[in-house]
Every structure is written in C-alpha cells, then in structure tokens.
Nanobody
Framework: VQLQASGGGLVQAGDSLRLSCAASGRTSSSYGMGWFRQGQGKERDFVAAIRRSDGRTYYADSVKGRFDISRDNANIAVYLQMNDLKPEDTAVYYC?????????????????WGQGTQVTVSS
C-alpha cells in the first residue's frame, strides 16, 4: 500500500483546508485509515480515523466539531476537511493505513504511512 498526502498550506486562523490521501495497492483489504499530525518538537498525535467496513469515524478531542474525515466510495482516497483552523493546528499531517484491527485502534496499529503535508495556521 502506498499513500500520498496532499492539500497542506499556509492559512489564517478561522480558515479551512481539505487534505487528501490517495491510496494505491491493497486498500480494499485495509481495516481503516487515519490522519495524524506532528508539530515541531512534538510527538506525532492521532487526529482522526475512519473504518473501512462501515465508515465509522473517530476523532481526537482537540478536533471534534471542526474536522471531518471521509472517504471516497472506492476506498481509494481519504480526506480530512479542517474547518475553523487554529494556530495550534499547525503541524505536518500524515495519513496512515491499518490492514487489520490491532490493539489501540484507532490511535495505534497502522501498517503504512504516507509522507507528510505541512499545515501552517497563522494568527
């Protein structure tokens, strides 16, 4: 499985961005996909995830009500709609795919990772 994230950029506080993650390979066998972010000098944190079988979504408390994760019908791409962005959302955002349910899902248990896309939110 190969993942390609895109859509990052420089925006102002309150703006919106939509990140995309294009997946290729055995995506139809994946358990779910997620988005993570890593701020400068910080650990990588879970942001959101979506389960392939039924589309159930999961969010970190810090983004609930502002971010929305979705997928296309073919499960080839996953999106992260980010609204009302705040300076603390500034980070490199990564998409990931988990091929089976593992302990810690959805915050852990991913097998494949894409390269990051930078999101910078100015105040």
């Amino acid at each position: 499985v190969q993942l390609q994230a895109s859509g990052g950029g420089l925006v102002q506080a309150g703006d919106s961005l939509r990140l995309s993650c294009a997946a290729s390979g055995r995506t139809s066998s994946s358990y779910g996909m997620g988005w993570f972010r890593q701020g400068q000098g910080k650990e990588r944190d879970f942001v959101a995830a979506i389960r392939r079988s039924d589309g159930r979504t999961y969010y970190a408390d810090s983004v609930k009500g502002r971010f929305d994760i979705s997928r296309d019908n073919a499960n080839i791409a996953v999106y992260l709609q980010m609204n009302d962005l705040k300076p603390e959302d500034t980070a490199v955002y990564y998409c990931a795919a988990g091929m089976k349910l593992r302990n810690g899902w959805p915050q852990r248990g991913y097998d494949y990772w894409g390269q990051g896309t930078q999101v910078t939110v100015s105040s």
